[in-house]
Each structure stands twice: as C-alpha cells, then as structure tokens.
C-alpha cells in the first residue's frame, strides 16, 4: 500500500512514459502520478494547450479530488513541468489542499525572464533546439514521420512556457526544492536560488553535474533528494496524527 504520491509534470514536448524509471523505482510504496498533456501520444488527438495558465487550471481540476485522501504528495516538475507544478501548486493551496513539497528541476524561478522565441521559428529550429537540449530520443529524431507528429505538441508546449510570465509575488506555502545541471543553459545558479522568494516553507537547492537533462545521467542522485522529499512528508503526517 502506497504511504506517499509523487506527481510528475514532463518537460516542454515530454510525455508521461519519461518518468517510467522513476515510477519503476519507488513502485509499490509510491503511488506515481505522471501527467499526460493533450496533444501527445495517447492523447494526440486532443488539441494542445498553448497558455500554461489555462493547462494549470486543467491539470488542477484533475489532481484536486485525487489529493482529497491526503496522502503525504510530492509534485516534481522538469523544466516546464517545474513552472506548471508550481502553479498547480499554488491553485490547490488556494482549494485548501496541495503537495507538501515542489520540487523544481532543471527550471529558473517564475520571476525571472528571458526573451526567448524559440516558438517562433520554422520547424527546423524547434527540431536544433531539441537536439541542443538532449532532451528528446535520438531515435525519434532520426524518424522523421514521428517527429513530425510530435512538432506540433512541442510547438505548443515552448509557446506556453516561452509566453508565460509569473507574477514575482506569488508564494506557495509548501516546501520547494531546486534540482539544478551545474552547465544547465536554461538555468544559471542565481536564477536557481530565485525559487526562494517563491515560498514561505523550507527551501534547498541542489545542483548536479550536467547540462538542462542532468536529471537522465544522474537519476540515483535525483532518486535519493526525491526520496528524502517524500521521507519528510511521510514524518510530517506521522507528527500530526501522533
């Protein structure tokens, strides 16, 4: 029987399936959520959500009757997925409910900007910003009818994430912690620390070797501070009903 939730937000074109390594290892004790978002594999059909506050109302109104058991929940987000669990995040707590901890990985803190356009450019930038990142199989890159398939929901996701602007007072008041590729372009270690001023619990950062998908080359490392995470969960809820 499960006696914490981890739930996975994918990165800007990710899927669900990324995090199976992870479900595989904290399976049976956690009860591993891995969002699907429109657009992509066994939900390709369904448009894409372009707005990253409209996929956070969405993503909030599946998760919020799942929370209702109160199972001690962790939400861990990767790049885009960091912003979109922070966000969710901060909707639940607003419901009363929410995780107890976000942890935000590979992602600089939703008061910083960059003019980034990466949404904007032909297909074949889209495809070299990928290739740039590491992020994505390079056997869907070399098969060029599913990558094809896949651009659009890509596309959606960079527009989302590229678009989005946070509000820099906006504060949860779960627990976050910052995974960070010490070469990581998408994220230098000051706009890392820029999480802080986005929570009033505990905060900590974490920075691993490795560039924006460190988390692939690392993962015994990433298991171990999620699993500490869900640790700390797990003792808060035995210290209330103590």
């Given at each position: 029987m499960a006696t914490a939730r981890l739930v996975c937000f994918p990165h800007a074109g990710g899927a669900a399936s990324f995090f199976h390594p992870m479900a595989t290892a904290f399976a049976p004790s956690v009860d591993v959520v891995s969002l699907q978002y429109p657009g992509r594999q066994d939900r390709r059909r369904e448009s894409c959500i372009d707005h990253l506050p409209t996929l956070a109302d969405a993503v909030t109104a599946e998760l919020e009757p799942c929370l209702a058991d109160g199972l001690p929940t962790v939400f861990?987000?990767?790049?885009?997925?960091?912003?979109?669990?922070?966000?969710?995040?901060?909707?639940?707590?607003?419901?009363?409910?929410?995780?107890?901890?976000?942890?935000?990985s590979g992602r600089r803190a939703p008061s910083t900007t960059r003019e980034e356009q990466?949404?904007?450019?032909?297909?074949?930038?889209?495809?070299?910003?990928?290739?740039?990142?590491?992020?994505?199989?390079?056997?869907?890159?070399?098969?060029?009818?599913?990558?094809?398939?896949?651009?659009?929901?890509?596309?959606?996701?960079?527009?989302?994430?590229?678009?989005?602007?946070?509000?820099?007072?906006?504060?949860?008041?779960a627990a976050i912690t910052v995974l960070t590729g010490d070469a990581d372009p998408?994220?230098?270690?000051?706009?890392?620390?820029?999480?802080?001023?986005?929570?009033?619990?505990?905060?900590?950062?974490?920075?691993l070797p490795g560039g924006h998908f460190f988390l692939v080359d690392h993962q015994p490392a990433v298991i171990r501070e999620v699993t500490a995470d869900l640790d700390r969960g797990r003792g808060q809820r035995s210290g209330r009903a103590g």
């Open positions: 861990f987000g990767h790049s885009m997925g960091a912003l979109l669990a922070f966000e969710v995040a901060w909707r639940l707590e607003r419901r009363g409910t929410g995780p107890g901890t976000v942890i935000a990466v949404h904007l450019g032909d297909d074949d930038a889209l495809i070299e910003e990928i290739k740039r990142l590491n992020g994505t199989d390079a056997a869907l890159l070399a098969d060029e009818e599913i990558l094809r398939m896949s651009l659009p929901a890509i596309r959606g996701d960079y527009t989302a994430v590229e678009t989005y602007r946070g509000d820099p007072e906006r504060r949860i008041g998408k994220t230098t270690a000051d706009e890392a620390r820029g999480w802080e001023r986005h929570t009033t619990g505990a905060f900590r950062v974490v920075v």
